[in-house]
């Protein structure tokens, strides 16, 4: 089996894998990361979103050897020093969550959107369109769009 | 008042794992030794087997042991059950088919469960699952609701002639027939209440284990109802004695129904542990959620509503078949009869109803309880026939209901519910206000300026919620009993856990059963936790569905709470060497009256553990206190929902510009969870009206919208942000006066799209999913007149 080397939320790890092996079967399986979820085998849902490279991506469709070498942050990640990024502040805060199911690939979309939107208007709108990629079955999405809006000020 | 008791906006507890990536869900569950089940499952709708061939799979890599149907029956396993029994008009009781966990000579649906491979790796098992040869001989099949009687239809269960499970009625039909031959006026509708498939975003799991030295089992299971899971696999299935079985159902991610029922995958896992002597895991991907969870809703309906000159409603007639699927679920049978006839009242003073439902088995999944589960056909039935009915009368949809509205209460409705308690014209005239009615016409114009055609619906809902009292549920058919228990342990620090047989899977429990907490004893919230999910730790529950939480859940800690306290006052009495009577108990103080002694609540539940200052033969150390709550009615959450909608003449594409909701749900323990559950509902239900629907091929019996690819989940730009609004008469049967919030926007949603879709497009009816294609094709066959208008 070939291995794999990769930072995942800063620290170095390295496995031996199956070709087949999947970004998201890598984190939950091997290094037992069991926030990134798995909610469906189309690459609709979105419930799979990490960062690779700063860049929102579907764990779900991404080989874990295509991710050699690269700089992975998951959910488990987002957090610095036990403080909350401000995107988990403002999903709490405006209730953008209900099973959790959804939630870490819904903030790993978010704060991506928001970070490439810096500078730009993330009106409404833009924000819905936005998650067009991400699906959550519980909120009708009414609070999530909010704790966005909300969570781009402060990260302006 | 506590700072976080009732009516406080307090931002959930359980959301701090959530949005760290720290929940528990059972599929992040991994035991020792434990191997992974796939399932073979059958590509035909209906086909005879005649054998099953599964020695190459045997033989391959990581594979630990195959099973089959006769495997099942060699250990004397059972069948899942339906518990709800509905007798028919002539009095026979419904006839069901056996729902064996593996199949036994036939197969009956796509994705019926045929055989299970169990191995070392997932993907070992996935791949062995290839290699098991099953002999089919394909047979006819039958998919659509309409045709599952039809002279011809294949025979799915012997035991069901024609394919029909029961003929039912409720209602008086001499009298409705009496007023429909004096109506001065008859509304017609035939309506088809779309099959829906329900989604959660997790997808159901499962991992069975078996301990030899207790002989005893464990099932982590993704389950809305853990006790009754255990009760049924104990009593019915026969896997394991009640106290030989622990099911533990941890963070859930959804349920909507769907994950109320005992299906075969988390019954084979458990009874496969034992098997193979290691714990046995199963996680369904979502293609097998689409083919095998139970699906939602599938009437076809023709409804008729008679009136007078005055335009009053003198009497319903409706005669529905419902779609079982290949098997009888676990509460399917409950659905289209005492969920839905029952709720054909709506809000209006209707004298007379009567409802017929025949409930038929096809070739398709189980059909069962989806959010709101028989009400929101019941409301799509009474609020399109009002919303047509008044446009025929050129009366307006506000003034035609206000006119038959249920204005008196306890009001006795001719289909079993006595309603106690509300006020539709209050939530009517909020509802009107939030929507700007009298600015409509207005922004009508303003869209035809645009090219565009605008229109308003309303749904003024009702539903029936709690499902309870016991007795009265026990006389219409239900094999349990529909009440709720609850254990408060006080610990000697003051801190609180309470233990709930209700089961959260996103509706905040772990908040809202603590600010009860907080409210009652004065106590920080964050002072309470809240321990659900695991019959081990639980004394027994009946789950969570049906909005039962609050007024069901709730009422039992509630009243658990009120031992609590009871028991504290005779604590403190002693303590402060005082008369019972004296001691008065307020924002967390016990005090004696005319005195300025006092004592913190925390104190009291410390002299309760020490027992140094009362006589222990009269009061038992400790302050623990469990209790059984059973209501005394059902509860009546309703409100007025009103849709406006845009659509592009030129593609069909709807848009949904505003949204009110005005909803009565009683007392609110926590209005931001309130307001959560009310978006959810309305998304689910504008996705049945707007963009989801279930197919199966027709001929084939093949589900055609087996994948997000072909089913269309509501994103988050086909939804639009809502506008919500609240009235509030207290419900007189529990001691909250809470009502319930969960399904009414899913019960709401339906008809208020469509009444405002045929609204903007003149035409009398248009079906679900109401998609642009839908849309347009009508835009086109009406083209003249809509021109003309």
């Known amino acids: 089996m070939p291995t794999v080397s990769m930072t995942v939320n800063g620290r170095e790890v390295s496995a031996d894998v199956e070709g087949r092996t999947l970004l998201v079967e890598f984190l939950r399986d091997e290094l037992g990361l069991t926030g990134t979820h798995v909610g469906c085998d189309t690459s609709q849902c979105g419930a799979c979103v990490v960062h690779v490279d700063g860049r929102a991506v579907k764990s779900c469709t991404t080989l874990a050897l295509q991710c050699e070498g690269a700089d992975v942050t998951t959910i488990e990640g987002v957090a610095t020093n036990g403080a909350l990024h401000p995107m988990q502040e403002a999903f709490r805060e405006h209730h953008g969550l209900q099973c959790g199911f959804c939630t870490p690939g819904m903030i790993m979309t978010a704060i991506d959107m928001v970070e490439r939107h810096k500078g730009g208007t993330l009106d409404e709108a833009t924000i819905r369109e936005e998650l067009e990629g991400n699906i959550c079955r519980c909120t009708g999405y009414h609070n999530i769009v909010k704790a966005i809006q909300s969570a781009a000020e402060k990260m302006a | 008042m506590s700072e976080t008791g009732i009516g406080k906006r307090l931002p959930r507890m359980e959301d701090h794992r959530f949005i760290t990536g720290k929940g528990r869900y059972t599929d992040d569950i991994n035991l020792p030794r434990q191997t992974y089940a796939a399932f073979v499952r059958s590509p035909h709708a209906h086909a005879t087997i005649n054998g099953i061939d599964t020695s190459q799979a045997e033989g391959a890599p990581g594979v630990v042991a195959v099973l089959t149907g006769e495997d099942v029956a060699a250990d004397g396993i059972g069948g899942l059950i339906c518990g709800w029994m509905i007798h028919s008009k002539d009095g026979s009781p419904m006839k069901a088919g056996p729902h064996p966990i593996l199949a036994q000579g036939k197969v009956r649906y796509v994705g019926d469960h045929v055989a299970v491979v169990i191995a070392e790796t997932k993907a070992e098992a996935q791949a062995a699952a290839e290699l098991v040869e099953v002999d089919y001989d394909p047979l006819p099949a039958v998919a659509e609701t309409a045709k599952a009687s039809a002279d011809g239809a294949p025979q799915i269960h012997d035991e069901a002639p024609d394919n029909t499970v029961f003929e039912w009625s409720l209602g008086d039909e001499a009298a409705v027939t009496e007023a429909f031959d004096k109506a001065s006026h008859v509304t017609t509708l035939e309506l088809v209440n779309n099959r829906l498939i329900p989604n959660a975003m997790e997808p159901r799991a499962a991992i069975g284990d078996y301990d030899s030295g207790s002989d005893s089992f464990t099932l982590y299971t993704t389950s809305q109802n853990p006790h009754v899971a255990r009760l049924v696999l104990s009593a019915f299935v026969g896997i394991a004695p009640e106290h030989k079985l622990r099911v533990i159902a941890p963070d859930v991610g959804g349920g909507f129904g769907s994950k109320i029922f005992i299906y075969a995958e988390e019954t084979v896992c458990v009874w496969a542990a034992k098997r193979v002597g290691r714990p046995v895991k199963w996680t369904g991907d979502r293609s097998e959620a689409f083919l095998a969870d139970a699906h939602g809703r599938d009437h076809v309906t023709h409804a008729e509503l008679a009136t007078d000159g005055d335009g009053r409603i003198t009497g319903m007639r409706v005669k529905t078949i419902a779609n079982m699927g290949a098997y009888l679920s676990t509460f399917a049978s409950s659905v289209p009869t005492y969920l839905y006839a029952t709720l054909l009242s709506g809000q209006y003073d209707i004298p007379a109803i009567y409802c017929e439902v025949d409930a038929v088995y096809t070739n398709t999944a189980p059909v069962d309880a989806y959010r709101g589960a028989g009400r929101p056909e019941a409301t799509y039935v009474v609020?399109?026939?009002?919303?047509?009915?008044?446009?025929?009368?050129?009366?307006?949809?506000?003034?035609?209901?206000?006119?038959?509205?249920?204005?008196?209460?306890?009001?006795?409705?001719?289909?079993?519910?006595?309603?106690?308690?509300?006020?539709?014209?209050?939530?009517?005239?909020?509802?009107?206000?939030?929507?700007?009615?009298?600015?409509?016409?207005?922004?009508?114009?303003?869209?035809?300026?645009?090219?565009?055609?605008?229109?308003?619906?309303?749904?003024?809902?009702?539903?029936?919620?709690?499902?309870?009292?016991?007795?009265?549920?026990?006389?219409?058919?239900?094999?349990?009993?529909?009440?709720?228990?609850?254990?408060?342990?006080?610990?000697?620090?003051?801190?609180?856990?309470?233990?709930?047989?209700?089961?959260?899977?996103?509706?905040?429990?772990?908040?809202?059963?603590?600010?009860?907490?907080?409210?009652?004893?004065?106590?920080?919230?964050?002072?309470?936790?809240?321990?659900?999910?695991?019959?081990?730790?639980?004394?027994?529950?009946?789950?969570?569905?049906?909005?039962?939480?609050?007024?069901?859940?709730?009422?039992?800690?509630?009243?658990?709470?009120?031992?609590?306290?009871?028991?504290?006052?005779?604590?403190?009495?002693?303590?402060?060497?005082?008369?019972?009577?004296?001691?008065?108990?307020?924002?967390?103080?016990?005090?004696?009256?005319?005195?300025?002694?006092?004592?913190?609540?925390?104190?009291?539940?410390?002299?309760?553990?020490?027992?140094?200052?009362?006589?222990?033969?009269?009061?038992?150390?400790?302050?623990?206190?469990?209790?059984?709550?059973?209501?005394?009615?059902?509860?009546?959450?309703?409100?007025?929902?009103?849709?406006?909608?845009?659509?592009?003449?030129?593609?069909?594409?709807?848009?949904?510009?505003?949204?009110?909701?005005?909803?009565?749900?009683?007392?609110?323990?926590?209005?931001?969870?309130?307001?959560?559950?009310?978006?959810?509902?309305?998304?689910?239900?504008?996705?049945?009206?707007?963009?989801?629907?279930?197919?199966?091929?027709?001929?084939?019996?093949?589900?055609?919208?087996?994948?997000?690819?072909?089913?269309?989940?509501?994103?988050?730009?086909?939804?639009?942000?809502?506008?919500?609004?609240?009235?509030?008469?207290?419900?007189?049967?529990?001691?909250?006066?809470?009502?319930?919030?969960?399904?009414?926007?899913?019960?709401?949603?339906?008809?208020?799209?469509?009444?405002?879709?045929?609204?903007?497009?003149?035409?009398?009816?248009?079906?679900?999913?109401?998609?642009?294609?839908?849309?347009?094709?009508?835009?086109?066959?009406?083209?003249?007149?809509?021109?003309?208008?």
């Open chain 2, 383 to 789: 609020e399109r026939l009002v919303e047509t009915a008044a446009r025929e009368l050129n009366l307006s949809p506000a003034e035609f209901r206000r006119r038959n509205f249920i204005t008196e209460f306890p009001h006795q409705t001719p289909v079993i519910m006595a309603y106690d308690a509300g006020d539709y014209g209050a939530s009517l005239d909020k509802a009107l206000e939030l929507v700007d009615y009298d600015g409509f016409e207005q922004r009508r114009q303003e869209s035809e300026r645009n090219g565009k055609l605008r229109g308003l619906g309303f749904s003024n809902y009702i539903e029936a919620c709690g499902i309870a009292p016991s007795q009265a549920v026990g006389s219409l058919g239900a094999g349990v009993g529909l009440w709720e228990s609850a254990e408060v342990r006080v610990n000697p620090t003051g801190n609180v856990e309470v233990l709930t047989g209700s089961h959260s899977h996103g509706q905040g429990h772990e908040t809202t059963f603590a600010q009860l907490v907080s409210d009652r004893l004065g106590i920080p919230a964050d002072q309470v936790s809240v321990v659900h999910g695991d019959t081990d730790k639980v004394q027994f529950g009946m789950g969570t569905y049906g909005s039962r939480s609050g007024a069901v859940g709730m009422s039992a800690i509630f009243k658990a709470l009120d031992k609590v306290e009871a028991k504290a006052r005779k604590v403190a009495a002693h303590v402060m060497e005082a008369s019972e009577s004296d001691i008065e108990f307020k924002d967390g103080q016990f005090s004696v009256k005319g005195t300025d002694k006092k004592m913190a609540f925390g104190e009291v539940a410390l002299a309760a553990y020490v027992a140094h200052k009362f006589p222990t033969d009269e009061i038992e150390p400790g302050l623990k206190e469990g209790a059984f709550y059973d209501p005394k009615n059902f509860t009546f959450p309703a409100g007025c929902h009103i849709c406006e909608v845009e659509i592009d003449a030129d593609t069909g594409v709807t848009r949904i510009v505003n949204w009110v909701a005005v909803d009565d749900f009683g007392t609110i323990i926590n209005p931001m969870i309130v307001e959560g559950q009310v978006h959810g509902g309305i998304a689910q239900g504008v996705g049945q009206a707007l963009t989801e629907g279930c197919r199966y091929d027709a001929e084939s019996g093949q589900l055609v919208t087996g994948s997000y690819m072909d089913y269309c989940m509501p994103r988050a730009d086909d939804l639009p942000s809502f506008n919500l609004g609240f009235t509030e008469t207290a419900c007189p049967s529990n001691p909250l006066g809470m009502k319930g919030c969960g399904e009414a926007g899913a019960i709401a949603a339906p008809a208020a799209v469509i009444n405002a879709l045929t609204d903007a497009l003149g035409v009398k009816d248009i079906p679900m999913p109401a998609t642009s294609e839908v849309v347009w094709r009508i835009i086109q066959e009406n083209k003249p007149r809509v021109a003309a208008e």
